[in-house]
T-cell receptor, first 112, second 114 residues
Framework: KQEVTQIPAALSVPEGENLVLNCSFTDSAIYNLQWFRQDPGKGLTSLLLIQSSQREQTSGRLNASLDKSSGRSTLYIAASQPGDSATYLCAVLSYNTDKLIFGTGTRLQVFP | EAQVTQNPRYLITVTGKKLTVTCSQNMNHEYMSWYRQDPGLGLRQIYYSMNVEVTDKGDVPEGYKVSRKEKRNFPLILESPSPNQTSLYFC?????????????FGAGSRLTVL
């Protein structure tokens, strides 16, 4: 059974820092991995989707990497801003199911 | 604007009083799904639908019902709510049946059952 873990559970950093959020999964037979952002009172917004054949995806200040063999993904946020404060979730889609399995998220606070 | 709309956004009810949370999408998506989010447990899938009149159980379907009579709507029904169904609920949709396509989420419905 696929399990997804995110470390740390919470992170507080000053504005301008580069930071890394971690996601690990137990079954490497995945179709893709997605990173989402969740804001209070709002739904989840898809940030990046990495197919199993890819090593990384970039969007603006965000870069997500995928190491399928070790069951790990990282989300790198460059030059963090207070507007980046949110909960970040990763989710994997396994080959043998059509369901996204979510991690419990990392709650990020960026203070001025 | 392309979106998934859930109603109500907030609801406090009592044990046993039937309720329905509506979900509607305007993107002509085939696939729709309901999730619940609980602290320490992440998002868990309740039910999903690959298309009209096709629904399947997710990981935590007990105590819930769904229907998919129209492509755009996918209501979640709690016939006899219990306190353990207090949670934050999300509806989501995506185009086609492939898991490779990105899910679009609604804003969430926070339900409290007393």
């Amino acid at each position: 059974k696929q399990e997804v873990t995110q470390i740390p559970a919470a992170l507080s950093v000053p504005e301008g820092e580069n930071l890394v959020l971690n996601c690990s999964f137990t079954d490497s037979a995945i179709y893709n991995l997605q990173w989402f952002r969740q804001d209070p009172g709002k739904g989840l917004t898809s940030l990046l989707l990495i197919q199993s054949s890819q090593r990384e995806q970039t969007s603006g200040r965000l870069n997500a990497s995928l190491d399928k063999s070790s069951g790990r993904s990282t989300l790198y946020i460059a030059a963090s801003q207070p507007g980046d404060s949110a909960t970040y979730l990763c989710a994997v889609l396994s080959y043998n199911t059509d369901k996204l399995i979510f991690g419990t998220g990392t709650r990020l606070q960026v203070f001025p | 604007e392309a979106q998934v709309t859930q109603n109500p956004r907030y609801l406090i009810t009592v044990t046993g009083k039937k309720l329905t949370v509506t979900c509607s999408q305007n993107m002509n998506h085939e696939y729709m799904s309901w999730y619940r989010q609980d602290p320490g447990l992440g998002l868990r899938q309740i039910y999903y639908s690959m298309n009209v009149e096709v629904t399947d159980k997710g990981d935590v379907p007990e105590g819930y019902k769904v229907s998919r009579k129209e492509k755009r709507n996918f209501p979640l029904i709690l016939e006899s709510p219990s306190p353990n169904q207090t949670s934050l609920y999300f509806c989501a949709s995506r185009i086609g049946s492939s898991g490779a396509n990105v899910l679009t989420f609604g804003a969430g419905s926070r339900l409290t059952v007393l």
